[in-house]
C-alpha cells in the first residue's frame, strides 16, 4: 500500500477500515543469503539498501525485542554532518544528502526536519577550532557558518550570555542539521525494506554464531536455528557480545548514555542547541517537550538505565546555558547501551571470518549516520569490500594507527 493524500482521503471516507499492516509478521525461513542482526535504524537501512541497491531480497533482520527499542528509539534524535577529518565527512555528507530525500524515496513521514544545528563556544581557543571545522566542512562542500555573540542572540535571544563561566561568544552553524522522529525512521525503514521481500523477525534473539571451516554458515535463535550465507551485526551496545560468539574481541566499551525530556511548554528553542563548554544538547519536540542530554555514564554498563551524577551534571550545563529552565519539571528520562569505540569513530568492515560483517562503535552520534550506515554496509556485505565512503571505517585501524581521531580525545571513550 502506498502512502499518499488521496488514500488518507479515501480511508477517511471508508472509516479507516482499508489500512494493512506496515509490515509483515512472517515465520523464520530456514536459510537467507544475508542476515542482519539487530532490528535498530542501522540494522533495518542495512536490509532495505541490500534490496533496494543490489536486489538482495533474501534477507531477514533479527531483532531480540521489537524494532527500535534499542538506541533508535532512545535518542535525542539531532541530525547533522558537521565532521571534521576525511575519513568522517564525506560519509556523513552522504548521510545528511540521504536525509534529504528519505521520506520520498520511503513513502514514509519521519519528520525530518532541517531546523539548524548551533554549536556553541565560549573561548577564543573553542572559536578558533569551530572556524578550523566550518572551514573544513566549507572544503568538503558542506554548509558551516561561523556566527558572533549578537547573531546567536537574534536568533536564540533566551540564551544567558554574559554567564560568569561560560559567557556565549558564538557558535557554528550548520542550517541543514536538524531532528528528525527517530522511531518513524525505524519504521519508515521496516516498511519499505519488508515491501521489497525482506522478513522482520522480531523477538528474535541470537544466541549464537554458527561457524564451519572457518566460515559464517547461520545463527542460532531463540527460535530456532537459521541458516545464511553471510551475517551482519548490527547491534550498537550489544556489540562485544555478539562478536564475542564468533571469538572476536572488538576495541569496543559499553556504556549507558541518557536521554531527557521537560514538561511541554510554547514554542521557545527553534533549532538544535548545543554547548560545547560544558556537555548540553538541547532541541525542542513538536510536542513542546524539551529534549537534552550530555555525556555518557563514566563506567561500563548494559543496563538501560542511566546514574545520578550525570543527572547532576546535565542539569547544571541546562542552567549555565538555559537558567530559566530550573523553572520546568523533567517529565521523563532514561538511558540506552552505546558502542564507544577507541577514536569515537565507527567501524563498517568485513570481520575476520568469512561470511561476517561488523557495523559498530557509533558511540553517541549513530541516529544521524543511519542511512548512510545502512547504505555503506549493505555494499560492503554485497560487494565483499568496503565503498569509498567507508573505507577508513576498518576494523584494523585500531592496530595499524590510521585512526579517525575527530575530537582528539584518544581512547578514551568517555571523552569523545
Ligand atoms: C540517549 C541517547 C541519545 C542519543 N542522541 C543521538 C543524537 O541526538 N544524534 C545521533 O546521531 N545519535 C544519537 N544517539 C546514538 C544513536 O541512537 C545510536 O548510535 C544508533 O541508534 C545506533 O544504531 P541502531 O539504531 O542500529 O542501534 P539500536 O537501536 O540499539 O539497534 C541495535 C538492536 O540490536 C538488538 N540486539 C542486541 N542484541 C541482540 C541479539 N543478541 N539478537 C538480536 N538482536 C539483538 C537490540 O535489541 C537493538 O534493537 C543517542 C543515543 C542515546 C542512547
Same mark, same amino acid.
Given at each position: 500500500?502506498? !502512502?499518499?493524500?488521496?488514500?488518507?482521503?479515501?480511508?477517511?471516507?471508508? =472509516?479507516?477500515?482499508?489500512?494493512?499492516?506496515?509490515?509483515?509478521?512472517?515465520?523464520?525461513?530456514?536459510? !537467507?543469503?544475508?542476515?542482519?542482526?539487530?532490528?535498530?535504524?542501522?540494522?533495518?537501512?542495512?536490509?532495505? !539498501?541490500?534490496?533496494?541497491?543490489?536486489?538482495?531480497?533474501?534477507?531477514?533482520?533479527?531483532?531480540?525485542?521489537?524494532?527500535?527499542?534499542?538506541?533508535?528509539?532512545?535518542?535525542?534524535?539531532?541530525? &547533522?554532518?558537521?565532521?571534521?577529518?576525511?575519513?568522517?565527512?564525506?560519509?556523513?555528507?552522504?548521510?545528511?544528502?540521504?536525509?534529504?530525500?528519505?521520506?520520498?524515496?520511503?513513502?514514509?513521514?519521519?519528520?525530518?526536519?532541517?531546523?539548524?544545528?548551533?554549536?556553541?563556544?565560549?573561548?577564543?581557543?573553542?572559536?578558533?577550532?569551530?572556524?578550523?571545522?566550518?572551514?573544513?566542512?566549507?572544503?568538503?562542500?558542506?554548509?558551516?557558518?561561523?556566527?558572533?555573540?549578537?547573531?546567536?542572540?537574534?536568533?536564540?535571544?533566551?540564551?544567558?550570555? +554574559?554567564?560568569?563561566?561560560?559567557?556565549?561568544?558564538?557558535?557554528?552553524?550548520?542550517?541543514?542539521?536538524?531532528?528528525?522522529?527517530?522511531?518513524?525512521?525505524?519504521?519508515? /525503514?521496516?516498511?519499505?525494506?519488508?515491501?521489497?521481500?525482506?522478513?522482520?523477525?522480531?523477538?528474535?534473539?541470537?544466541?549464537?554464531?554458527?561457524?564451519?571451516?572457518? &566460515?559464517?554458515?547461520?545463527? +542460532?535463535?531463540?527460535?530456532?536455528?537459521? =541458516?545464511?550465507?553471510?551475517?551482519?551485526?548490527?547491534?550498537?551496545?550489544?556489540?562485544?557480545?555478539?562478536?564475542?560468539?564468533?571469538?572476536?574481541?572488538?576495541?569496543?566499551?559499553?556504556?549507558?548514555?541518557?536521554? /531527557?525530556?521537560?514538561?511541554?511548554?510554547?514554542?521557545?528553542?527553534?533549532?538544535?542547541?548545543? /554547548?560545547?563548554?560544558?556537555?548540553?544538547?538541547?532541541?525542542? @519536540?513538536?510536542?513542546?517537550?524539551?529534549?537534552?542530554?550530555?555525556?555518557?555514564? =563514566?563506567?561500563?554498563?548494559?543496563?538501560?538505565?542511566?546514574?545520578?551524577?550525570?543527572?547532576?551534571?546535565?542539569?547544571?550545563?541546562?542552567?549555565?546555558?538555559?537558567?530559566?529552565?530550573?523553572?520546568?519539571?523533567?517529565?521523563? @528520562?532514561?538511558?540506552?547501551?552505546?558502542?564507544?569505540?577507541?577514536?569515537?569513530?565507527?567501524?563498517?568492515?568485513?570481520?575476520?571470518?568469512?561470511?561476517?560483517?561488523?557495523?559498530?562503535?557509533?558511540? !553517541?552520534?549513530?541516529?544521524?549516520?543511519?542511512?548512510?550506515? =545502512?547504505?555503506? /554496509?549493505?555494499?560492503?556485505?554485497?560487494?565483499?569490500?568496503?565503498?569509498?565512503?567507508?573505507?577508513?571505517?576498518?576494523?584494523?585501524?585500531?592496530?595499524?594507527?590510521?585512526?579517525?581521531?575527530?575530537?582528539?580525545?584518544?581512547?578514551?571513550?568517555?571523552?569523545?
Amino acid at each position: 500500500m502506498t !502512502y499518499s493524500f488521496l488514500r488518507l482521503a479515501a480511508e477517511a471516507l471508508r =472509516g479507516n477500515a482499508g489500512w494493512t499492516p506496515a509490515w509483515r509478521d512472517p515465520e523464520p525461513k530456514r536459510q !537467507y543469503d544475508v542476515l542482519v542482526v539487530g532490528g535498530g535504524g542501522h540494522g533495518l537501512a542495512t536490509a532495505y !539498501y541490500l534490496a533496494r541497491e543490489h536486489g538482495i531480497s533474501n534477507v531477514a533482520v533479527l531483532e531480540k525485542g521489537w524494532i527500535g527499542s534499542g538506541n533508535a528509539g532512545r535518542n535525542t534524535t539531532i541530525i &547533522r554532518s558537521n565532521y571534521l577529518l576525511p575519513g568522517n565527512e564525506a560519509f556523513y555528507e552522504h548521510s545528511m544528502q540521504l536525509w534529504e530525500g528519505l521520506e520520498q524515496d520511503l513513502n514514509y513521514n519521519a519528520m525530518v526536519s532541517q531546523r539548524g544545528v548551533l554549536n556553541l563556544f565560549s573561548t577564543d581557543a573553542a572559536r578558533d577550532a569551530a572556524a578550523r571545522r566550518g572551514n573544513g566542512m566549507r572544503l568538503h562542500g558542506v554548509d558551516a557558518e561561523l556566527l558572533d555573540a549578537a547573531q546567536v542572540r537574534a536568533m536564540h535571544p533566551y540564551l544567558d550570555f +554574559d554567564n560568569a563561566r561560560f559567557p556565549i561568544k558564538g557558535g557554528l552553524l550548520q542550517r541543514r542539521g536538524g531532528t528528525a522522529r527517530h522511531d518513524a525512521v525505524v519504521w519508515g /525503514f521496516a516498511r519499505a525494506a519488508d515491501r521489497r521481500g525482506v522478513d522482520i523477525l522480531q523477538n528474535c534473539e541470537v544466541t549464537g554464531i554458527t561457524i564451519s571451516n572457518g &566460515r559464517v554458515t547461520g545463527v +542460532d535463535t531463540t527460535r530456532g536455528p537459521i =541458516g545464511a550465507n553471510k551475517v551482519g551485526l548490527v547491534v550498537a551496545g550489544h556489540s562485544s557480545r555478539l562478536a564475542a560468539m564468533a571469538g572476536l574481541r572488538l576495541p569496543i566499551e559499553s556504556h549507558v548514555l541518557q536521554a /531527557f525530556v521537560s514538561e511541554a511548554i510554547k514554542p521557545l528553542i527553534d533549532g538544535v542547541v548545543t /554547548f560545547g563548554a560544558e556537555h548540553l544538547y538541547i532541541s525542542q @519536540s513538536d510536542k513542546g517537550g524539551l529534549v537534552f542530554g550530555g555525556d555518557i555514564d =563514566g563506567y561500563n554498563s548494559y543496563a538501560q538505565r542511566g546514574n545520578l551524577p550525570v543527572v547532576e551534571a546535565v542539569m547544571e550545563a541546562c542552567m549555565a546555558m538555559l537558567p530559566m529552565l530550573g523553572r520546568l519539571r523533567v517529565v521523563r @528520562s532514561w538511558g540506552g547501551i552505546m558502542d564507544m569505540s577507541m577514536d569515537g569513530s565507527p567501524i563498517i568492515d568485513r570481520a575476520p571470518i568469512d561470511g561476517l560483517y561488523l557495523n559498530t562503535g557509533w558511540c !553517541y552520534g549513530g541516529f544521524k549516520a543511519t542511512p548512510a550506515s =545502512g547504505w555503506c /554496509f549493505a555494499h560492503t556485505i554485497a560487494k565483499d569490500a568496503p565503498h569509498r565512503l567507508n573505507a577508513a571505517m576498518r576494523l584494523d585501524r585500531f592496530a595499524t594507527g590510521a585512526l579517525i581521531d575527530e575530537r582528539g580525545a584518544g581512547p578514551t571513550p568517555n571523552k569523545h
